[in-house]
């Protein structure tokens, strides 16, 4: 009874950690959106396979949490990590909705007793801002705020005094979901916000299909950020008033030139 929330990283086998293929490997069952499954094919052969498309992601956590409660390991892949803007949290709720007694598959010290329904293991995975942050060069070597411009869960007026309080804050920003096809004006939005905290010439690093066939990373200032070719696959650095472009990077400097001799 045992159902393991993984993070599949970028979605290069390459970029993925040794317990997440391992698990992948030895489990009955793989549940995924079908995207993130067709990513990791060559591991997945002859498995059982739970596969839903976009906006299903509620019916895919039961049906992989359903599968493992029946006696059947199973393996709920998310890109990148699982607890960020990922499935971890939704196996949490739906369980806690459910009333599912969960207790962790890897504690050693704390057996579970014996009203355990499921046991739980979240296996991280190199999360999207990670992977983009190491092709534009080194843009969160310090503080930084992730905001999704995506309202389908979210309302907008909570993403817009986000977005606010951490251009205010001189925050480095890292903005998911910037754009689809229903959605297509928020990006420009969030460039008019964040302009009356920033300069124009603020950089600004776009990275698409990290560590993927169809990656892409370019550079522009804040005040063209919104002509900025961009989708759902793609994650933006916006620099705070410390941030520097470098030949063809852009970092963030930590402090230590301040203090030391460098």
């Known amino acids: 009874m045992t159902l393991y929330v993984i993070g599949t990283g970028p979605g290069d086998i390459s970029y993925m950690s040794r317990r997440a293929i391992e698990i992948i490997k030895q489990v009955d069952c793989i549940a995924g959106y079908t995207t993130y499954i067709d990513l990791i094919s060559d591991l997945v052969k002859d498995k059982q396979i739970i596969s839903t498309g976009m906006m299903k992601e509620v019916e895919r956590v039961e049906k992989a949490i359903e599968t493992a409660m029946s006696g059947k390991s199973c393996a709920l892949v998310s890109g990148g990590d699982p607890g960020i803007y990922a499935m971890a949290g939704l196996v949490f709720e739906i369980c806690k909705q459910r009333d599912i007694k969960i207790a962790r598959a890897r504690n050693k010290k704390n057996q579970p007793d014996k009203n355990t329904d499921l046991f739980l293991e979240i296996v991280p995975g190199i999360p999207a801002l990670a992977a983009g942050a190491a092709l534009a060069g080194a843009p969160l070597t310090h503080d930084f705020a992730a905001i999704s411009l995506s309202d389908l869960l979210t309302p907008w007026k909570k993403i817009e005094k986000r977005l606010t309080c951490a251009a205010m804050a001189d925050f480095v920003i890292v903005l998911y979901n910037p754009k689809s096809k229903k959605r297509n004006w928020q990006l420009k939005r969030a460039q008019e916000l964040i302009l009356e905290y920033r ?16 990656q892409r990373v370019s550079f522009k200032t804040l005040d063209q950020m919104d002509t900025a070719e961009v989708g759902m696959q793609t994650v933006l650095f916006i620099g705070s008033s410390a941030s520097l472009r470098y030949l063809d990077f852009l970092f963030t400097p930590r402090g230590y030139s301040k203090k030391y001799d460098i």
């Open 199 to 214: 300069d124009t010439t603020t950089p600004v690093g776009i990275v698409t299909g990290a560590m993927r066939e169809n």
